[in-house]
């Protein structure tokens, strides 16, 4: 079987079918989300795959799917993820300029405890219910979380339910801590 390339924003993305799913979602942290939206892969332990088992044989075991056509969803996946995230850098220029964004945390109560950005508000039941029937759909919020995975789910989940205007801020609160507010204590969950 051969790799399949994707020329993407100047950038070429390869996906050889004999990498192991645990080293696909190391470069493609987005391929589960998007195995499981376009194939019902992964999402739960009925369909899920081990992580040393390989692309080419979760592709097999499921119903023999073209892996051509998956790692091209995966690609396509990874490049829209890609326009949805900020940089620390620019979510900080953002931020002084005039209608700036709203920043949600989505992190656990205690990450939040231990450190979070002034100006961003903790997700809560209320505050989701709140966004969900009340914010204009294409009001600009980031969302963010340690090192920008689940704000990057938090983002997509939204856009998935008609939000125009959301963005993941990329490497979370541990990238803006090193990039634009070191006084900020980086720390480590265990």
């Known amino acids: 079987m051969g790799s399949v390339t994707v020329l993407a924003v100047n950038v070429t993305h390869t996906i050889d079918p004999d990498l192991s799913m645990s080293e696909l979602l190391q470069r493609f942290p987005g391929a589960q989300r998007a195995l499981f939206r ?4 992964g999402g739960c332990s ?4 081990r992580p040393d088992e390989t692309l080419a044989q979760v592709c097999e075991r499921n119903g023999g799917l ?6 091209e969803t995966i690609l396509a996946s990874h490049e829209a993820e890609q326009k949805i995230q900020i940089s620390p ?25 231990a450190v979070h950005i002034e ?12 966004m969900m029937t009340a914010w204009p759909k294409d009001r600009e919020i980031v969302f963010l ?36 507010d070191p006084s900020l204590p980086r720390y480590h969950v265990e």
């Not at 009925?46 to 795959?49: A, E, N």
């Open 38 to 41: 376009s194939y019902h892969i």
């Open 145 to 180: 979380c340690h090192h920008g995975v689940r704000s990057l789910d938090a983002a997509s989940y939204f856009a998935g339910h008609g939000f125009s205007n959301v963005k993941s801020l990329s490497g979370g609160i541990d990238a803006w801590s090193v990039k634009v």
């Open 119 to 130: 100006t961003s508000e903790f997700l809560t039941q209320e505050l989701m219910q709140e």
């Open 89 to 113: 850098e620019d979510l900080s220029r953002r931020l002084q300029e005039p209608n700036p964004p709203i920043i949600v945390d989505v992190r656990g109560r205690e990450e939040w405890d």
């Open 66 to 71: 073209p892996v051509e056509e998956v790692t």
């Open 46 to 49: 009925s369909c899920g795959f």
